[in-house]
């Protein structure tokens, strides 16, 4: 949100926004005072901007294939470098159980669509092993 205020010299209006607390704001001419959205006395002849501030300018479709073009060949080059050193196979395999142990460890404090990720498809694995095991005993 935006205010627009005259400036008390020029008379040239001065837009600035309230949500960053007190700022100093500046005319072309000069003229410079402290606008603090708590002071009641910076709302006298004054209007609201609803309108939002400038956007950012957006991405164009060159650059989205540029960048998504890199980020393959990143993965790529991790990829090939953990396939190319096999000692290194090893350390990844121990990584992995690592993360997989913390985080069943945290379960609880994972998001409710995390926890689905994982229980369902232990879910479909217990029953499957449970009829398998029914299976044989039949």
Not at 4 to 14: E, F, L, M, P, T
Not at 35 to 57: N, Q, V
């Amino acid at each position: 949100m935006y205010l627009v205020k005259s400036c008390r010299i020029c008379g040239k209006k001065i837009r600035f926004p309230l949500d960053r607390g007190a700022i100093r704001v500046s005319c072309d001419c000069g003229y410079s005072f402290l606008a603090d959205p708590d002071d009641r006395a910076l709302y006298i002849d004054a209007t609201i901007d609803l309108t939002p501030g400038p956007k950012e300018p957006r991405p164009s479709l060159r650059e989205i294939t540029d960048t998504l073009i890199q980020r393959i060949k990143s993965v790529k080059d991790k990829i090939s470098v953990q396939c190319i050193n096999p000692g290194n196979t090893k350390q990844i395999v121990i990584r992995r159980i690592y993360d997989a142990k913390y985080w069943i460890q945290n379960y609880r404090l994972h998001p409710d669509s995390e926890k689905r990720k994982v229980l369902i498809p232990f879910c479909v694995l217990l029953v499957l092993a449970v009829c398998l095991i029914l299976s044989r005993l039949l």
